[in-house]
Structure formats: structure tokens, C-alpha cells
């Protein structure tokens, strides 16, 4: 397995929209979590190779929203399926 294998997913990150939806900054997020700035950031960057149940379950309990808000699977086929993206 190549480090492409081990670092790439198809989990898409939707904690912008939520935030924005709620009227609340990462920052202020990440206070009433519990968590760093960093850590949020990195999960909302799609950059996160994972997440513990109990910091999921605190950001839905913030944000009032399910993981399903938060978190989304685009399969390979909608990937193949979408136009390629301009360089």
C-alpha cells in the first residue's frame, strides 16, 4: 500500500456550512468542544485521518445537527462521474 492509499478518502468534511449556518466561529467551536483550533481546522479542511466518537458526539451536541450534518461518502463512481476540476 502506498502512503496515497493510506492518506486518501472519500469523506467529505461539511463543518463550513454548519458553522456558517449556526453563526459561530471555529474558534468558539472549538472552546465549547474542548478541542484546539488546530484539531478543528484540520477536520475542516478534510485534512483528518480520524475523529473519536466523543469529540463527533461534543461538535453535534454544539451544533445541534446528526454526524450525517456533518459528514458525508462521495464513492469513487461520483468521482468518476464528476467533470474534472480546471488546473
Known sequence: ????????HAIEVHLDRMLSERGMTLAELA???GVTNVNL???KNGRA????????TRICEVLDCQPGDL????STEDE???PPTAR
Open 71 to 74: 459528514l458525508t461518502y462521495r
Open 49 to 56: 485521518r480520524a475523529i473519536r466518537f466523543t469529540t463527533l
Open 31 to 33: 472552546s465549547r468542544v
Open 80 to 82: 468518476r462521474a464528476s
Open 1 to 8: 500500500m502506498t502512503t496515497d492509499d493510506n492518506d486518501s
Open 41 to 43: 481546522s484540520i477536520l
